[in-house]
């Protein structure tokens, strides 16, 4: 018996001629997919029935996930610490390197709470993003990273990972602009708002804190709001040449921020300029990733990043919030957004989300529909 | 959430008793506002009027705010401040927001050109989940812990869970099942990530399936297990027709497709996740939940005949008391991740037919195994609780 839905598909798949080499059943047609489909004159047909068929829920063992990501890394070595490779581990063993290509892991049978389902996963690194969609889209790839500017421009229907909002957007200052007039001139002056509109098509959260909402609970009471006036009347109290500063990114990803805090800055007659390198700068535009759970682990960690004094131990959420009220006195360091890590993820791909609310790989429980066992 | 919600009507009548000093920490949202309340009128002092605007940022019931309101106001007033409005007002503004682990009341209050941020936190409770009746289907709990549940099996007033660390002997106690025993389980290997796992009663014993485990036990006079290292096949019950002796391959969440019916004669059938017997026109027929995604349908010599619907797969054979003679309950096919439902089905001309709705379910369902001639054990995960919850599941006549 045909359910309604493969019924109405099997209507269009008829009112077609039935392509050479596939069977009049549609178990059997499903099970062309992939090795004949490439032979068949009619192979929409036989993809809108294909896909109409759902997958089995038990997880399948079996397949290679294919991941692209747009970081080189040129490392000697694979990572071992940070999001992404490293959190493969001990479920996967990494079984090839080639530093700023690729990287490949294969399942490990002792893994702890068992063998993951894949057999391996293949990581293809330094793809830039246009490359890593269409390379989702002709199904070279599985899992591919979404940038925050194009998670809204993405094409209906495709499946996405999503953390919680775990990569906080920041200004950090350096040691030569002293003037703290200066630096709450600037934070008064970026205008949030258009950033997270245009430049970020309204992905992630405007945000005046280091820890985000969903962690601490009370991020909402940092000012994020510009105010033009007030850092126009700070900068003017500023000697002129503590008025002048450079801004740099280490992430050429975050330059069209940059360039708009620039202007930005003008606006409130502060002159900042993109420093061409970023370590050179007077501030510097980065992002700094949560890396804990625990809102008091990750603010201690968070500060040990960026050189902050380390925060108090903080047993309450009063405390922790007066331990992060500190670290932000003085404008050294300015939170502006908190950004989620997104994913687009292949239909195929089961048994997710692979990521964890931190953003951290989680593929041992995920499976491949149409894996053999 | 559930126990904060249960919790709120006391809460709030607590609310009216202002006796406790203050306290470091709350408990829950009347502690909270007891809190926050005493430090602001030591700002405000006695004689200055209070200011309070509330909002929701939380996930509790936005009417909450309106009653947060007037609790505040109370609370000011029994320690000695006051609400209202005027020039040299305190502006008060609390929100009700919340983290991962806490709910918060968070208090920013503005004295002049002073603004002051207090917080009072209380824990987050886990949310229960009301369990939705079906149609020609019913569903009862019988248990939910934290741990796994590969299968649960009631003999009379003697209930064993089987789990992945242990075997645990329930006694009924009145209307509820207490534990009162229970063995751990030695895995030989570690466990596959998708365990499964089946127990089976056969008086005065039982007999435990796990992957490279083949356990016999006892419940009387005491909880016994003998567990030994191996791959004994697997018996797979469909109500009361003979059941099915299938081996489970090593190290992964499928039967390897070696069969063997009662009658000792040894067959092979493709991979499956689950079988069940039906009967059509007085012929034996089996149903695979194959582990390639689809439902098969078999003769009595396992050669295939057609395909079936795009069920999940798990699938548990019982007996019909209504409707068919003999019936399919199969799951739904989905993620693994999704709340799932039962559909149970019959066999008319080789074709399925469903029988009933679909019987839905708060989470996933983790196993399906036939429990007796006309019930099967559902286990699901909820998602709400974190628990695994199972259900015996039956026909509804009449329904």
Redesign the interface.
């Known amino acids: 018996?045909l359910?309604k839905t493969?019924e109405s598909l099997w209507g269009r798949m008829t009112s077609c001629a039935r392509p050479r080499g596939c069977p009049a059943?549609?178990?059997a047609c499903?099970?062309s997919l992939g090795t004949q489909l490439g032979k068949l004159p009619h192979a929409v047909c036989v993809f809108l029935i294909c896909s109409s068929?759902?997958?089995?829920?038990?997880?399948?063992?079996g397949g290679t996930l294919r991941i692209e990501i747009h970081a080189s890394i040129e490392t000697a070595d694979p990572p071992q610490l940070g999001p992404g490779m490293p959190d493969l581990a001990p479920a996967f063993a990494i079984t090839r390197w080639e530093a700023g290509r690729r990287a490949a892991y294969a399942a490990d049978?002792?893994?702890?709470?068992?063998?993951?389902?894949l057999d391996a996963v293949e990581v293809e690194l330094a793809r830039p993003p246009r490359d890593q969609a269409i390379d989702l889209d002709v199904g070279k790839a599985e899992m591919i990273e979404i940038p925050p500017g194009e998670a809204r421009r993405q094409p209906p229907g495709r499946r996405t990972w999503v953390s919680q909002p775990v990569r906080v957007l920041l200004l950090d200052f350096g040691a030569r602009v002293d003037d703290p007039r200066a630096r709450e001139a600037l934070a008064l002056a970026v205008d949030r708002t258009a950033i997270f509109n245009v430049l970020l098509q309204r992905q992630g959260e405007i945000s005046g804190a280091l820890l985000p909402?969903?962690?601490?609970?009370?991020a909402?009471?940092f000012n994020a709001a510009s105010d033009a006036a007030k850092a126009r009347g700070l900068a003017a109290a500023v000697p002129a040449p503590a008025r002048s500063f450079s801004i740099g990114v280490e992430d050429a990803a975050l330059r069209p921020i940059a360039e708009r805090i620039a202007l930005n800055a003008r606006d409130a007659g502060l002159a900042v300029s993109l420093a061409p390198q970023a370590g050179a700068a007077d501030v510097r535009l980065l992002e700094v990733r949560i890396a804990a759970?625990d809102?008091a682990h990750a603010l201690a960690a968070i500060a040990a990043t960026l050189g902050l004094a380390a925060p108090p131990r903080a047993d309450?959420?009063?405390a922790l919030?007066n331990a992060e009220?500190e670290l932000l006195d003085g404008f050294r360091v300015v939170p502006l957004f908190h950004l989620a890590d997104v994913y687009g993820v292949a239909a195929r791909v089961?048994?997710?989300?692979g990521i964890s609310p931190l953003g951290q790989w989680r593929l041992?429980?995920v499976w491949l529909?149409?894996a053999?066992? | 959430m559930i126990a904060a919600v249960n919790g709120r009507r006391a809460a709030w009548t607590a609310l009216l008793l202002w006796a406790a000093p203050l306290a470091s920490a709350a408990e829950n949202l009347d502690g909270a506002v007891r809190e926050l309340a005493g430090k602001t009128v030591l700002l405000a002092g006695a004689g200055t009027p209070v200011s309070v605007s509330c909002r929701n940022a939380s996930s509790l019931d936005s009417s909450d705010v309106a009653r947060l309101r007037a609790a505040f106001e109370k609370m000011l007033q029994q320690a000695g401040g006051h609400a209202g409005q005027g020039a040299t007002a305190v502006d008060v503004s609390l929100t009700l927001s919340e983290n991962a682990t806490d709910y918060l009341l968070v208090e920013e209050a503005g004295k002049g050109d002073e603004r002051t941020v207090w917080i009072a936190a209380w824990k987050r409770a886990a949310t229960g989940q009301a369990v939705v009746a079906g149609v020609g289907l019913e569903k009862k709990l019988a248990w939910e812990q934290e741990e796994q549940i590969l299968d649960l099996a009631i003999s009379g007033d003697a209930m064993l869970v089987l789990a992945p660390s242990r075997i645990t002997l329930l006694a009924r106690s009145v209307d509820r099942w207490e534990p009162r025993q229970s063995v751990r389980l030695k895995p030989p290997a570690p466990w596959p990530r998708d365990l499964r796992g089946r127990l089976r009663l056969s008086a005065p014993g039982f007999q435990a399936f796990l992957p490279g485990l083949a356990c016999q036990g006892a419940i009387a006079p005491e909880l016994s297990l003998d567990c030994r290292p191996g791959d004994q096949p697997w018996m797979l019950a469909s109500g009361s027709r003979a059941p099915l002796a299938a081996n489970f391959a090593p190290g992964r969440n499928y039967f390897d497709g070696r069969v063997a019916t009662t009658t000792g004669v040894a067959r092979s059938a493709p991979p499956f996740f689950s079988a069940a017997a039906v009967e059509d026109r007085a012929s034996t027929y089996w149903l695979l939940a194959l582990a390639d995604g689809h439902a098969e349908l078999f003769d009595a010599n396992f050669n295939p005949l057609a395909p079936m619907p795009a069920w999940g797969s798990d699938l548990a054979g019982i007996d019909g008391r209504c409707g068919a003679a003999t019936q399919v309950l199969a799951t739904r096919a989905g993620d693994a991740n999704e709340p799932d439902a039962i559909q149970s089905w019959a066999l008319a001309d080789r074709t399925a037919a469903p029988l009933t709705a679909p019987i839905l379910f708060p989470g996933p369902v983790t196993a399906l195994w036939a429990a007796g001639p006309d019930s099967a054990l559902a286990v699901v995960r909820n998602p709400s609780s974190g628990k695994y919850e199972a259900y015996v599941v039956t026909l509804a006549c009449g329904s």
């Open positions: 018996m359910t493969t059943n549609r178990r499903r099970l068929l759902p997958a089995a829920e038990r997880p399948r063992y049978e002792n893994a702890p709470g068992g063998r993951p389902f909402q969903w962690l601490s609970g009370y909402f009471v759970a809102p309450s959420a009063d919030y009220r089961k048994g997710g989300p041992e429980n529909e149409g053999r066992p």
